[in-house]
RNA sequence: GCGGCCGUAGCUCAGUGGAUAGAGCGCUUCCCUCCGGAGGAAGAGGUCGUGGGUUCGAGUCCCACCGGCCGUGCCA
């Protein structure tokens, strides 16, 4: 919006500038407006100078007059945002813009209101964005959401949310790795029944709450001795489906969808597994000769070297694709390796279903993952860029300032909703369940985000727990509450926000006012940069400074003030305005927007 | 060994190759005749791990080193 209007404005006076001769056409560099760090340096700032000073051979502060010139030149007419424009230190153009022209944003976020944040998709206008499968979360039907998986989980959300503001199709799916041959789902299953029937638990067998958990469930469900005769594959099917079950619940706590809960045994039985290894052997990328390739590095060498192998194994010859090793698709009885899913499930993706790219979010013990899987996506025959794994960082737990285990101090897993829990129940100890699950909610989702998903992060269990006054979440919802608030008052003395009645934006002239609807605009832009580098954790930097840049404004300008009414009317458009970014960031966050916080005062 | 990530204020962390490196918490002051004080203002606090390089310009990009965390399977 005001950005893109000022680079096509600065755009078309370089053309005007390089029509009349007075710059080359090597000039024609990318205008990029940026931001400002101190009011003295105008509103945005445009570094044209800098960046073109040298394919153009002149000076950048002599170039910055020139464009001054042009610049100011047509700032006279109504249609140009522009006031002034000045040049500073080695050639920075400074631009101050009209506040009237500000101001008349206003309307324009008023219009958008819910769909505030998809103005992101002019940032891709003239581009067809891919069809997108976006895979997350993916835990194995025999343990629960740990506080671990739950930062892939809210990351892949988010990811998700931001994508289809921006124009993306995209679809959210969860593989459900349900092998049948699988030995620790048979294990499990054993364990659940030994714990539904008071017998011995098998080696190494599962244990915790929640194993116990489904084992009473079960008994609930089939009766206990109906389902003392039931063979361990039903156990291993009962255990499963009510393991998937908890999850979709945790996860629905938790604000997390899917559009599809893609089951891998599904593929070994409608034959795509067999199909796609068919489809590997035709291509040349998988045999069964009897040797096995493996790169050999000596010093910065590397090659590729054949040794000899046992006959048997279908290979996949991952090492032509990049891959550090070839990979067994077949063992040599003929059982498919866990791979053979993998393969499968790409072809389902790209192949079958058409989606035009595929990303799956992993943690970080899945690096080695990335070469096997690159291998896989080319030896189908897709090219490259359809498929990528984007990789988050381990989450480091830290109780009383020290790394903590990943489990409760009576041996249980930590689960997401024992996080939940704890932060409701602490936060707000006389609310009802469902407050404190959103409470916990809340919170847990705005801590996870506050970091880059690639950098790692040390989740402190105390202080997300009991001091809540250091999380920022709050902060930002009660600017929120805030401007309800006003809203409210301002209707109780009369004075309510009516489209068919325009109020005049621009008495809105304070710097605070200005600021803070320059502010609102740059949602769009910010979900657009998301989108391009998956940076979300900036939409929780953003919705801090948004709520901080509010509280400037009710700060300096007081709203309601009946012997003022065009100024009231005006200013409670920017509440109006100012919500409408809020609510928008808090979409896409999935952090709630309550109208009034009322603190429990601790006695 | 190989690979990934990190090192910025006392603590937890932001920071798009741009100008005087920011926020929250903690610490020291101040501000309700006023729409919600879960707020605002001011102050103290920094060799951006070290050393090179790239360029008009580096916390940001490249290389080396130091320090920390993690991963490295004919497992699923």
Not at 586 to 600: H, I, N, Q, W, Y
Request: hydrophobic share 40%; aromatic share 8%.
């Amino acid at each position: 919006m005001l950005r893109n209007r000022l680079t096509n404005l600065i755009r078309s006076a370089v053309e005007s500038l390089i029509a009349s001769g007075m710059l080359p056409s090597e000039a024609r560099v990318p205008v990029e407006i940026t931001d400002t760090k101190t009011r003295d340096h105008g509103d945005f700032a445009c570094n044209f100078a800098l960046t073109a000073t040298k394919k153009a051979g002149i000076p950048p502060r002599q170039i910055g007059v020139m464009l001054k010139q042009v610049l100011e030149s047509s700032s006279g007419e109504a249609s140009s945002p522009i006031a002034t424009v000045e040049i500073a230190g080695p050639g920075f153009l400074n631009i101050h813009l009209k506040p009237e022209a500000v101001a008349a944003y206003v309307d324009t976020v008023l219009d958008m209101g819910n769909s505030l944040a998809n103005l992101a998709a002019q940032s891709f206008e003239g581009q067809k964005l891919p069809k997108l499968n976006v895979e997350f979360v993916s835990v194995n039907p025999n343990g629960p959401i740990t506080v671990g998986s739950a930062r892939g989980a809210v990351f892949g959300d988010v990811l998700c949310r931001v994508f289809a503001a921006a124009g993306y199709p995209v679809d959210r799916e969860y593989y459900i790795n349900d092998g049948v041959n699988s030995k620790q789902m048979r294990l499990f299953a054993e364990s659940v029944q030994s714990y539904a029937l008071g017998l011995p638990l098998p080696e190494n067998g599962y244990q915790g709450d929640y194993v116990k958990d489904v084992a009473e469930e079960v008994s609930r469900l089939f009766g206990r001795d109906a389902s003392r005769k039931e063979p361990v594959g039903w156990w291993q099917e009962r255990s499963q489906e009510l393991m998937l079950e908890r999850q979709r619940q945790d996860l629905a706590t938790f604000e997390v969808g899917f559009d599809r809960w893609f089951s891998e045994q599904s593929m070994h039985e409608s034959g795509l597994v067999t199909d796609s290894l068919e489809k590997l052997k035709a291509n040349g990328s998988a045999d069964s000769e009897c040797y096995r390739t493996e790169v050999v590095r000596e010093g910065k060498e590397a090659t590729l070297e054949q040794k000899p192998e046992e006959c048997g194994p279908l290979w996949l010859r991952a090492t032509k694709f990049g891959d550090d090793k070839d990979r067994v698709l077949l063992r040599s009885d003929g059982r498919p390796a866990y791979i053979a899913g993998d393969v499968a499930y790409m072809e389902s993706k790209l192949g079958q279903r058409g989606y035009e790219k595929a990303i799956i979010i992993l943690g970080p013990d899945h690096h080695g993952y990335i070469p096997r899987m690159n291998a896989v996506c080319q030896a189908l025959g897709y090219p490259q860029e359809r498929f990528e794994i984007i990789i988050f960082q381990i989450v480091r737990f830290v109780k009383d300032g020290k790394p903590a285990p990943m489990r409760k101090r009576d041996g249980n897993i930590y689960e997401l909703r024992d996080l939940i829990d704890e932060i409701g129940a602490n936060s707000s100890p006389t609310a009802d369940k469902a407050e404190q699950q959103r409470i916990g909610k809340d919170v847990s989702r705005f801590f996870y985000l506050m970091r880059s998903h690639e950098t790692h992060m040390d989740f402190d269990i105390d202080l997300a727990t009991k001091q809540n006054d250091e999380n920022p979440v709050f902060y930002v919802q009660y600017a929120h509450a805030r401007i309800c608030s006003v809203i409210a008052k301002a209707e109780s003395a009369g004075f309510v926000r009516d489209d068919n009645n325009p109020t005049d934006a621009a008495l809105l002239t304070h710097e605070t006012e200005l600021a803070l609807i320059m502010k609102i605009l740059d949602l769009p832009i910010e979900v657009a940069r998301c989108a391009k580098d998956y940076g979300v954790h900036r939409l929780t930097t953003y919705a801090i400074e948004l709520a901080r840049t509010y509280h400037h404004f009710y700060d300096a300008c007081r709203v309601v003030q009946p012997e003022e009414p065009a100024l009231t009317l005006a200013r409670l458009n920017l509440c109006h305005a100012a919500r409408t970014g809020l609510r928008a960031v808090f979409t896409l966050l999935g952090v709630s927007a309550p109208e009034r916080m009322d603190r429990e005062t601790a006695s």
